[in-house]
């Protein structure tokens, strides 16, 4: 038994199987849920070699989505809560060829879930911030108009130059006192050098503990050797990495990152969009996922993975209702049937029942 593990002896058996678990609700700290095609019909992928044809296939399958944002966003968020999801960072994708609209559809989804759900919404520049004329313009509307935070996306490899890239979002996070998070897809040397240029401007610009990472697959190849001061810069700037565990991608070692400090959060990504056919939004899977891809073997490693699926997470969105949870008493609660926390990640079942506010959740 550990201190996560709340096994209750005096429920007994249920279903003459397994007692009942009480647990913390999950974080999803990564999520795209304006692209996805959660409730609608099934969309057949387009094989792609690079990141730009990723992002041509979505924006293409954006455009030609019948269902509206609010609906297909509303369908996944409201699974993610019946699966024990209580609060989530949505990366929203803002851009000229898009508008203001999916900001709009996800903020819409997320008043309608309010009273189960705390949303962050990620101003997202997934077409190009600089790069793609107009975006910046967009990206300071949608911050007085439904998104908290400013977001980014490669500033090299996919914007062009990492010194404008920055000048934008950080002028803008300033502007509005809002945090940053972005994504960053770029590998060895190169991301890492981008890695310590965000922290230095982290810490410049006064932002500690307020930007994070996604992705950020340079920090997951530990043959690189500025990996080790890479860490302690963004550990010194406070900054959070938000890992996926997604199939084909790396994934971060779990005790170098604690060592360095760096900590670490966990979210789906794209789920059932143009981008991947994966995904379910249930975090009981993700945190399975990572236990999977990081090789998790013992109960502690095991363990991690749920805390970082869970009280990590809402550390990162400032989620009170999962920090505080305290056991049978907690006003919000996951209750499982499973003998103890290792068991539930690597069995992944969804819950008996969601409790928030003391209340059973019913969508
Ligand atoms: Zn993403």
Redesign the pocket.
């Known amino acids: 038994m550990t201190t996560n593990s709340r096994l209750m002896d005096d429920h007994g058996l249920l279903g003459g199987v397994k007692p009942l678990l009480l647990t913390p609700g999950f974080v999803d700290a990564?999520i795209?849920p304006d692209k996805t095609t959660w409730g609608s019909g099934w969309l057949s992928r387009l094989p792609a070699q690079t990141l730009p044809d990723l992002i041509a296939h979505d924006l293409r399958a954006q455009l030609s989505f019948q269902d509206s944002v609010e609906d297909r966003a509303f369908a996944l968020m409201r699974h993610a809560v019946l699966n024990g999801t209580m609060a989530m960072r949505a990366?929203v994708d803002v851009a000229p060829q898009l508008g203001l609209r999916n900001v709009h559809g996800v903020r819409a989804a997320a008043e309608r879930l309010a009273p189960f759900l705390d949303v962050q919404i990620v101003a997202f520049p997934q077409f190009g911030l600089v790069s793609n004329p107009g975006t910046l313009d967009l990206m300071e509307a949608s911050l007085t108009e439904g998104a908290d935070l400013v977001g980014g996306i490669d500033p090299i490899s996919l914007d062009g130059d990492l010194r404008s890239h920055l000048d934008a979002v950080f002028r803008l996070a300033n502007r509005y006192g809002r945090d940053v998070d972005i994504?960053l897809h770029d590998e060895g040397p190169e991301g890492l050098a981008q890695l310590r240029a965000i922290a230095q401007r982290t810490v410049s610009e006064g932002m500690h503990g307020r930007v994070t990472i996604?992705?950020a697959f340079a920090l997951c190849d530990i043959a690189q050797p500025e990996l080790g001061a890479t860490l302690d810069a963004m550990a010194e700037a406070g900054m959070w990495m938000a890992t996926c565990a997604l199939g084909a991608d790396p994934v971060p070692a779990l005790d170098l990152m604690e060592s360095h400090g760096v900590r670490v959060a966990l979210g789906s990504?794209?789920v059932r969009d143009a981008w991947s056919p994966y995904g379910t939004g249930s975090m009981t899977d993700r945190a399975h996922l990572l236990g999977y891809r990081t090789g998790a073997l013992t109960d502690a490693e095991l363990e991690r993975c749920f805390r970082i699926a869970t009280t990590a997470g809402a550390e990162l969105v400032g989620s009170a209702a999962v920090i505080g949870f305290s056991g049978a008493g907690s006003d919000d609660r996951l209750e499982f049937a499973a003998n103890s926390i290792p068991e539930l990640v690597v069995d992944r079942p969804a819950p008996l029942r969601v409790v928030r506010n003391g209340r059973t959740v019913t969508l």
């Open positions: 990564h795209h990366h994504h996604g992705h990504d794209g």
